[in-house]
């Protein structure tokens, strides 16, 4: 059986739906035939914390393969997990940029589109107006075609609400930078050949494509006359957006839906560019982490879900981490939990069976129930899962079960982000730790969950240690992503001299 995307995972909205105050149909307290029930499941849940566990020498098994990937990566394309594909971004943006650009966003369950008028070093933004649309399932696993129009129609809209006194100087095409958060192997600025979808994405005839070439076709159905001035990865996008405020970003991470990672390399440590020119000596790098699997500690719940997925073997990191899988992960210990207990009640609840039934945000207010009766774990899982009854005991082994798997997964993605401060450090001694080095980072996961934002920030300490972790920044840069790339638009745009 193979399975698609059914929600909006942890990308964007995080739903904010109120319900109905929730009573308790059964008493809170376990009797003790409850109690006897859910201690059938207790083991499977100290067979889990086990597994998941990831205590520091398996954060810095990760942490260095992950570098040593990178490595491979860099020596030769194929050589190692990660492609750490070249970006052609060689200028950051300085803050002279002006005019008027687009940013085009597409890369989970929304879109999004934006205008941003850009004042040069002294005004810097002069106004940003966007607009967000969530892609229609059935669009996700569509064709090429469907996908591009609905964008570009999207953008058509959009440029019609243009202020009159914000539209291009005569006889100039308006440009774009086009954010498309999926593995594109780039050959230039501006064109990139789709590698695979990842994130539940399955459009037929798209990969191996330019993906700036399916816009373009869409763009002229549309009657757009506007043009692609750069193509980028949102965590490229995410990363120039937040180099134009702060000059110590080296590092972008998206933890949503998906993960990835880029980062600013030397031109010097890439072999496989082969003496290629460029400018600054410097180019971005992006990642695609999400691929990484060395070390990774795994249970047999990730091996089945992703047996059943879209792209088994594929983006295993990411399955590991991201908004789209944890709650996933968690549906499936639960299923096997009600298989072999009565914690749910005596009759198997049906729901539970279905694969993505349980979302990460569920996960995510489940942990911030704070009642002593958890009456929200009880309400999420009757309202998600149809779990008709539930003592307070089963309950807590559900929040343990959520605890097991996010604590997993925020420890992980903290050694990811040490494994390449690690690596640019061993290049260049002190560049990293000996001064303050900031990760920009967006995503809906990371923004929204904050037992998974400490699990990771604890795992970056536990890494590095108080001292040098002083230096390290996470910081938070909701919507850079938009701005950076209207901003590499500007950068490479066609009309500049
Ligand atoms: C994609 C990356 C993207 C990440 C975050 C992954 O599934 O492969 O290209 O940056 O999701 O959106």
Redesign the pocket.
Known sequence: MSYGLSAAAFGGAFSTATRPAWRSAVPARCSLAAADSVSAAAPILRDLQMKCATPLPVLRHVADALAADMRAGLAADGGGELKMILTYVDSLPTGNEAGLFYGLDL??TNFRVLRVHLGGKEKRLLDTEFEQVSIPQELMCGTTEELFDFIASGLAKFVQKEKDKFGPPKGREREIGFTF???VKQTSIDSGILIKW??GFAVSGTVRRDVVACLNEALKRQGLDMRVSALV???VSTLAGARYWDDNVMVAV?L?????ACYIESVDAIPKLQGSTYQSGKTIINT?W?AFSNGLPLTEYDRAMDCESINPGE?IF?KTISGMYLGEIVRRVLQKMAEVSTMFGDSFPQKLSVPFVLRTPDLCKMQQDDTKDLNEVEFILSDALGVKSSCLGSRRIVTDVCDTIVKRGGRLAGAGIVGILQKLEQDFKGSIFGRRTVVAMDGGLYEHYPQYRSHLKEAVTELLGEEVSKNVIIEHTKDGSGIGAALLAAANSKYST
């Open positions: 890369g989970g958060s999926f593995p990842t994130k990865n949102d965590t998206i949503g839906t998906g993960t990835n695609e999400g983006q990411e």
